[in-house]
């Protein structure tokens, strides 16, 4: 039958291989159904037209066609176990769908589901189920189960089956599994700018790129002048979470909405509540967030370099720690208090006005004109990586 649409009429639902033809054009996955009865070895059944049906409560269904031998057998069995095949399992899909029901497992590796039903190794994922309902449906029937358990257990990609031949998934747009876009937004971001960041370690300032993700600052990208750069063993911080709680710096909360500014300065203890409001406005008022040196941000500043070399060194609570013995914001920038700054952080917004980078600069001269400067560079560098995402 010819795919050209150009000399034909409309065909007729009456016409089996024009319907099949037509249908076919719609690809499915493969799934083999599997049972364990109580007197004989386990039973499976290939089939294509298995799908997800509910949530609540958890259903899934498949039509089994009512001349198939096999599915009075499924029927009997008080479990299933869906085995969704991956792509490189073309023979165990065959061997399933032709060899005699007892003989459908020799040499087809499987371990029991909870249910005891097969799930065949190399599966891509499967889901234990127990049989609820059976409708008619043509010369099909309509089999819902519910779902009991249900796990991944490869990173295969599925098989697929589309006009008669087996095939695999090829993605048109390859993103990250990251349905939320938690990690993959931030790291567009911060693509995005990252020529315009380029321009602080041409100041010669150290930068690190962070976003905020769930409870955490997550570091980005990480730009250093060449002489920064240790020679032996390269070292990156991107990719550490740092932890975003109270007394830490509070870039990110600083132009958030009143109530989540409200929720951020509840989390601290009563008697420091109202420092913080005044260390958010000060953030505010100037554009940017201080932090002086001090003990705790020397230990800070030892543990990140630990973190560089060897993700995992530092513990979350330790790090918890650092962050809340550091020292942000203070109410005057005199000289003297000028020259104690080590870091400088200011914040960058999306085309929403939503602060969702931070430039953080370290490593400068602890001299006040020298710490002036790194404000001007990292405020209007901030300030053009705004405009670029469209604020
Ligand atoms: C890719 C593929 C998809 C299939 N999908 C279904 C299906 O959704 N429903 C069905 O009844 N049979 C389906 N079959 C056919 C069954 O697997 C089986 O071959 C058929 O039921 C005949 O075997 P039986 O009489 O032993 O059950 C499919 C076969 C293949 C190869």
Redesign the pocket.
């Known amino acids: 039958m010819s795919l050209s649409t150009a000399h034909r009429t409309v065909g007729s639902a009456d016409d089996p291989a024009w319907f099949r033809h037509v249908l076919g054009q719609y690809p499915t996955g493969?799934c083999v159904i599997t049972a364990q009865p109580e007197d004989g070895p386990p039973i499976g059944?290939?089939?294509?037209?298995f799908s997800s049906v509910s949530l609540n409560p958890p259903l899934v269904g498949?039509?089994?066609?009512v001349?198939?031998?096999?599915?009075p057998h499924l029927q009997r069995a008080g479990n299933w176990c869906v085995n969704i095949l991956a792509a490189h399992q073309t023979d165990v899909?065959r061997r399933i769908?032709t060899a005699p029901?007892a003989e459908r497992f020799d040499g087809v590796p499987w371990r029991p589901a909870p249910s005891g039903a097969p799930i065949i190794d190399g599966a891509v994922a499967w889901i234990d189920c127990v049989p609820v309902a059976v409708h008619d449906a043509g010369d099909?029937k309509i089999a819902l189960a519910e779902v009991r358990h249900l796990d991944t257990a490869s990173t295969e990609l599925p098989l697929l089956?589309f006009r008669s031949g087996y095939g695999s998934f090829a993605p048109l747009t390859l993103t990250a599994y990251d349905p939320e876009m938690r990690l993959t937004r931030p790291l567009r971001h911060f693509e995005l700018i990252r020529s315009i960041a380029q321009e602080l370690p041409d100041h010669g300032l150290r930068c690190l790129v962070t976003a905020p993700v769930s409870d955490s600052v997550v570091v980005v990208g990480q730009l250093d002048p060449p002489s920064a750069t240790p020679s032996a063993q390269p070292t990156t911080l991107v990719g550490q979470r740092l932890p975003f709680r109270p007394h830490g710096p509070s870039i990110f909360e600083a132009w958030a909405p009143e109530r989540e500014q409200e929720a951020w300065v509840a989390r601290f203890a009563p008697d420091s509540q109202e420092a913080e409001i005044r260390a958010l406005a000060r953030i505010r008022e100037r554009g940017f967030s201080i932090g002086l040196g001090s003990e705790g941000h020397r230990r800070f500043a030892a543990a990140l370099e630990r973190l560089a070399a060897e993700p995992g060194a530092v513990g979350n609570e330790e790090l918890d720690a650092l962050v809340a013995s550091l020292d942000y914001e203070p109410p005057e920038l005199s000289d003297e208090v000028l020259a104690q700054a080590r870091v400088i952080s200011a914040p960058v917004f999306d085309n929403e006005g939503n602060p969702v980078l931070a430039l953080t600069v370290f490593g400068f001269k602890a001299r006040p004109d020298v710490v002036r400067a790194a404000i001007a560079a990292v405020t209007a560098c901030a300030g053009r990586a705004t405009s670029s995402l469209g604020s």
């Open positions: 493969v059944m290939v089939v294509g037209s498949f039509y089994p066609s001349t198939s031998e096999t599915w899909c769908a029901l099909h089956f």
